[in-house]
């Protein structure tokens, strides 16, 4: 499983735009890239999940480049709600799933 | 739908004493996964079932932790001789295609 590396934590201000980049230099060529978030006291949340180049949903954008050594999940004019802690995760797909390996994820405090 | 439940929501034992901790997956999903978490960390993966296959327990911390999953379906962990770095919140996940998991609310594992 590839090692994924992010920023501990990450303060931002309410309507801005959050950008959280994560390493992940060993990713293999069949491995997908996926976003978890976490609220406390609750269990992590699906937030998007890309193979290359850009994909969007109502929730966020996940940037990835053409070698596929990182990615970036951008978080469009955050609100206090979004404070949490965010997971970046490599694996390969396959029919009901895959052993995952969470790291310590990036803690994002949204101030007023 | 139903999401995935997990049962007791807090459970407090004693030192040395076994616990069994019991989730119930999303019908139909293929893939159960159990995690916990100590109070600010990250996920800590313990062992991951997938379909018919023998269940992928290389994450869990010793032979004290054992886990099944009946008929496809129901997971119990279980905690023999209970020790106090065993506290942290049990999280199950299942999941059906992919790699995008549902997580339960946890257990609360406190041992005094």
């Known amino acids: 499983l590839a090692k994924t590396t992010q920023p501990i934590s990450m303060d931002s201000y309410e309507g801005q735009e959050v950008n959280i980049t994560c390493s992940h230099n060993?990713?293999?060529?069949?491995?997908?890239i996926t976003w978890y978030q976490q609220f406390p006291s609750q269990g992590p949340r699906f937030i998007i999940q890309?193979?290359?180049t850009k994909v969007t949903n109502e929730v966020a954008s996940l940037f990835i480049p053409a070698d596929r050594k990182s990615s970036t999940l951008s978080l469009p004019r955050v609100s206090l709600s979004d404070t949490a802690v965010y997971y970046c995760?490599?694996?390969?797909?396959?029919?009901?799933?895959?052993?995952?390996?969470f790291g310590a994820g990036t803690r994002l405090f949204v101030k007023a | 739908g139903a999401g995935v439940s997990q049962s007791p929501s807090n459970k407090v034992t004693e030192k040395g004493k076994d616990v069994e901790l019991r989730c119930d997956p999303i019908?139909?999903?293929?893939?159960l996964y159990w995690y916990r978490q100590s109070l600010g960390q990250g996920l800590e993966f313990l062992i991951y079932?997938?379909?018919?296959?023998?269940?992928?327990k290389s994450g869990l911390p010793s032979d004290r932790f054992s886990a099944e999953r009946t008929g496809g379906s129901v997971s119990t962990l279980t905690i023999q001789r209970t020790q106090q770095e065993d506290s942290a919140v049990y999280l199950c996940?299942?999941?059906?295609?992919?790699?995008?998991?549902?997580f339960g609310p946890g257990t609360r594992l406190t041992v005094t």
């Open positions: 996940a299942s999941s059906l295609v992919g790699f995008e998991q549902y």
């Open positions: 060993n990713i293999a060529t069949n491995d997908y």
């Open positions: 890309g193979y290359k």
């Open positions: 995760l490599v694996g390969a797909l396959n029919t009901g799933g895959f052993k995952t390996i």
């Open positions: 019908s139909g999903h293929t893939a």
């Open positions: 079932f997938q379909g018919n296959s023998a269940p992928d």
